[in-house]
């Protein structure tokens, strides 16, 4: 019996023994990965954190600041969750002296491309008193601090606004060997020959090859007296422009679902979206239009989940300037793990294999298990997110990579290789 007995516990301990060295082991192969020459003359940050122990598995330079680019987006989600209702404000109106007052919200819906939502036209053309568009309550500018001045012209760099109509860009799609344009009335102000930039830099006045079948989209300059214009004749009534705010109680106009919104912005990278959402929040917060102030609200309420402050300038992540850390990140996505819905918030995500800007990551084995943000540009690419493991576990990790001269290719293929390592681990 005793002979029995010493050999279950020399058993127990032996496969005891085992597990707390694999436990150990793990850690050290990821710390092991970092140390390959792939990564020597380059800036890297890796965060893996589980959020069912609420232990940090293992971090390396989580602590650091790197340029997210588009992870910034993770933290703008973060905002509009936190201030948004489950229909995003298209219109504020306020009906005063048979007189209608409007004010734009940010809402970037109306006669957007993809949304094409059309709610607030249908409202104004039911109007049979006088409309004021107000714009005095705007006070934001139409790049972020940092963007990219030769960008003005690119499809991803629309500016900011209160009202934006037709998402801010002018939209060219070859159907049939007919052009088909939006807004119509820049129809004139087009010219069909090669240059380096798609429009003039301080004019609304384009130029480029027809495109042959993708619809070509190319900013133009925003005004008051241009969205006043484009409204005006969407409605097909006069619009008269004041700066001024009328006092009172407004109602509210609903339009697009946000998840509808959130969801463009996360999976499609959408810089526009994300900017118009700092907006939104800023317009529940607040009786103006200042994405500043939307970003303070989130840093001061949610300190907690960014320690050491983070420099946030913008939205989409488009600025250089924008530093946050992978602690930060994870810190973020797991706060946003806890307080929304599991399969709501992996809808908003991209999931490798399948669809956004991670629809060529990896390949897709039956369920996704990288649901995740990416942020790139220039010498920057980053992969923040959660991951499905094969013993049904979700970790949360931030893998950051700035300053390196080889491929982006190169990259993702470093950071999907430990992600399935990971994945087939845990």
Known sequence: ???????????????????????????????????QPFYKNQFTGFKLFDPQTKKTIKGIHANKYFIPASNAKIVTLLSALKTLNDSVVGLKYLKQNDTLYIKGTGDPSLLHPYFKDSTVIHFLKNVSMPIVL??????????GPGWAWEDFDTYFSPEKSALPIYGNVLSIHNENDSLKIAPKSFKDAISFEKTRFKRERLKNSFSFVKPTQDTLQIPFITSDSLTSRLLSNAIEKEIILQDSIKTGIYRKLFTVKTDSLLARMMIESDNFIAEQL???????????????????????????????????VDGSGLSRYNLMSPDQLV??????????????????????????????????????FIIAKSGSFGNTYNLSGYLKTKSGKVLIFSFMNNHYQQPSSSIKNKIYELLKAIRNEY
Not at 15 to 33: D, M
Request: glycine share 6%.
């Open 1 to 35: 019996m005793n002979r029995l007995f010493w050999i279950a516990l020399s058993v127990f301990l032996l496969f005891n023994s085992c597990a707390s060295t694999n436990r150990i082991a793990k850690p050290r192969q990821i710390e092991k990965f970092f140390s």
């Open 134 to 143: 107000q714009t005095g309550h705007y006070d934001d500018q139409p790049y």
């Open 278 to 312: 700092l907006l939104l929040s800023s317009d529940a917060l607040t009786d103006s239009l200042n994405s500043g102030k939307a970003r303070k609200h989130i840093l001061e309420t949610h300190s907690q989940l960014f320690g050491k402050v983070p420099r946030w």
């Open 331 to 368: 810190n973020v996505l797991n706060e946003l793990y806890n307080v929304v819905d599991r399969n709501r918030l992996f809808a908003l995500f991209p999931k490798a294999g399948i669809n956004g800007t991670l629809k060529t990551y990896g390949q897709a084995e039956g369920d996704p």
